[in-house]
C-alpha cells in the first residue's frame, strides 16, 4: 500500500508561447520537488496553450511543440511531471506524457474530443484509443484528459484495469454554470467507479474564454476531498493514500465568495486583464457616460489593472445631462483615475453639414442619433490609435441581442467585458462590487438607463423593461426556445415575436464586434454561430 505526493499546476500556460510555457513548467517541476512531490500534473495542451486553433495546422507549431517537451523531459530529475502537448505522429493528437528520468515514459491521446459549443477538437485531432493506467509509486494510476471523464466509458475502461486514483488535465472554460456542473460529474463519474479522481484545470483569459481553475479532490465515495479557489493561480499539493482511500489537500485556500457574482466579476477581470497583457497593450481607454455600463465597466478595468492604466473620457453632447456628466467625474475621482472631456458638438454639427443636401427632403431620425454615437466611435478609437492603449467598448448582452448599439460608435473597441451579461447581471454585479467599497456611485445605480441621444431618452422607450426583456432574452437564447413555447410560458405575443426579430436581425452587427468574456452558456461567437443570411424567422 502506498501514500503518494503530488502537485497541481493551476497556472495559466498561454496559447502560443511554447517556449515561455516550457520554462513556466520547468520552474513549476522544480518547486514541486523543493515540496516533496513525487508527481505534478499540468492542464490540457501545456506547452501549446488551450485552445490553440489553427496554430495546430501549422508544422513549425507542432515542431516546436515537440521540441520543447524534449527540453522539458529534461528537467524531470527526481520528480515525474505529467503535460499536456500536441502529439504528431502522421495524425494529429489532444496527448500528454510523463516525463521522468529525463525522458517520456509513455504519452496517453486523448480519447473523446468535444465538438460542441467552443470546441472543434474534431476539426484537428484523431481520437486516441484505449485509458491508460500504469504503477505510479505502488498506485494504479490512470491518465486522463478533459472530455475522457465527461464521458463514462474512458473512466470505466480505466477502473477495470485496476486504476485506483484517475488523473484528470483540462482546459474547461468558465460559465455560470460550470463549477456545479464539474462537481456533480465527478461526483457520479467517483461512485460508479469506486475510484479517487484528481482534478486540474487551467486557469486565465484567452480572447473570448475564461478558464477559472476551480481543480478538484473527489473521493472514491464522491465527497469532495478538497477545492481549489477559482481564478487564482496556485501549485496545490496534497497527499492521496490508497489504505485510507482519502485525500489531504496542503494548504488549500478555500474560496471566501462563490456567489454567481463574486465568480463572474472574477472572470470579466481576468477576462481583461489577460487580454490587455497578452495582446501588450500599455493600458485601456473607455468612454464614460455616466451610465451603469460604463460605471461597472470601469470598476473591472481598474480591478484587473490598476488606475494608472485606465483612462475615462466624457464625451458631451447637447442631450447629456449635467446629472451624467457629474457622475462620471465623480467615479472618475473616486476611482483614481485620468479623465478627458471632449464635447462632440463641433464634429456632429461637421457631419450634418456635410450630409444635409444628401438628407434633403428626409425627416430627421436614428440616423442623426447613431451619428452622435459615431462621433465618439471615432474620437475614441483616435485616443486609442495616438496612445496605444486599447478601447474598452461598454455594451452588455440585452444590447448587443437587439441591436441597441450602434455599429462604427458605441460598439467600437478591442474588447466588450460585458458582452456576455444581460442587463439584469450588470445591475448585480455593480451592486455586488459596491458592497466590498463604494465605487460605482449609488446614482447611477438607481436612475433610468439611456443613451442619452435625444431629449428625455430612455432605454425603455425603444425596449421593453429589462428584467422582462432578459427573461424572452434567455429562453430564446440559451434556452433555444420557439417564439411559440416562450408565449406559452406566459409572455405577450408581439413583444415575445418583436425581441425575436430584434435578435435574429442583429447577428450581422454582433459578427463584427469586439469579443468579450463568456460567461453563460451561450455566449454571442463561437459559442452561438448564426448565419447572417437566413430566412428563418
Known sequence: MATIRFALAQFDFPVGAVTRNGARVRELMRQARDAGAQLVAFPELTLSGYPPEDLLLRPS???????????????????????????????????????????????????A??????????????????????????????????????????AARATEQGAELLLVINASPFDVGKAQAREELLTRRARENRVAIAYLNLVGGQDDLVFDGGSLLVEPDGRIAARAPAFVDALLLADYDNTTRKFRAIDWTAE???????????????????????????GVILGLSGGIDSALTLALAVDALGAGRVTGVRLPSRYTSDLSNALAARQATSMGIALLTIPIAAPFAGFLDVLAPAFAGHAADVTEENLQSRCRGAI??????????????????????????????????????LKDCYKDLVYAL????????????????????????????????????????????????????????????????????????????????????????????????????????????
Open 61 to 111: 507549431f507542432l515542431a516546436a511543440c515537440e521540441r520543447e517537451l524534449a527540453d522539458v523531459a529534461l528537467a524531470a530529475d527526481g520528480i515525474a511531471a505529467y503535460v499536456g502537448h500536441p502529439h504528431a505522429v502522421g495524425e494529429v493528437y489532444n496527448a500528454a506524457s510523463l516525463l521522468a528520468a529525463a525522458a517520456a515514459a509513455f504519452t496517453v491521446h486523448k480519447q
Open 113 to 154: 474530443l468535444p465538438n460542441y459549443t467552443v470546441f472543434d477538437e474534431k476539426r484537428y485531432f484523431r481520437p486516441g484509443r484505449g485509458s491508460t493506467v500504469t504503477d505510479f509509486s505502488g498506485l494504479r494510476v490512470g491518465w486522463l484528459v478533459c472530455e475522457d471523464i465527461w464521458e463514462p466509458e474512458p
Open 256 to 282: 471566501s465568495d462563490a456567489s454567481r457574482e463574486a465568480r463572474v466579476y472574477a472572470a470579466l477581470v481576468r477576462g481583461i486583464r489577460d487580454y490587455v497583457e497578452k495582446n501588450h497593450f500599455p
Open 380 to 417: 475614441l478609437m483616435a485616443l486609442s490609435n495616438k496612445t496605444g492603449r486599447m478601447l474598452l467598448t461598454t455594451g452588455n448582452k440585452s444590447e448587443y441581442a437587439t441591436g441597441y448599439a450602434t455599429i462604427y460608435g458605441d460598439m467600437c473597441g478591442g474588447f466588450a467585458p
Open 430 to 537: 455593480a451592486r455586488w462590487r459596491n458592497r466590498h467599497g463604494e465605487v460605482i456611485p449609488q446614482a447611477v445605480i438607481e436612475r433610468a438607463p439611456s443613451a442619452e441621444l435625444r431629449e428625455n431618452q430612455t432605454d425603455q422607450d425603444s425596449l421593453p423593461a429589462y428584467a422582462m426583456l432578459d427573461a424572452i432574452l434567455e429562453r430564446f437564447i440559451e434556452g433555444e426556445q420557439s417564439q411559440a413555447e416562450i408565449v406559452a410560458a406566459g409572455f405577450d405575443e408581439a413583444t415575445v415575436r418583436r425581441i425575436a426579430q430584434l435578435v435574429l436581425a442583429s447577428e450581422y452587427k454582433r459578427r463584427q464586434s469586439a469579443p468579450g468574456p463568456k460567461i453563460s452558456t451561450r455566449a454571442f461567437g463561437r459559442d452561438r454561430r448564426y448565419p447572417i443570411s437566413s430566412g428563418w424567422r
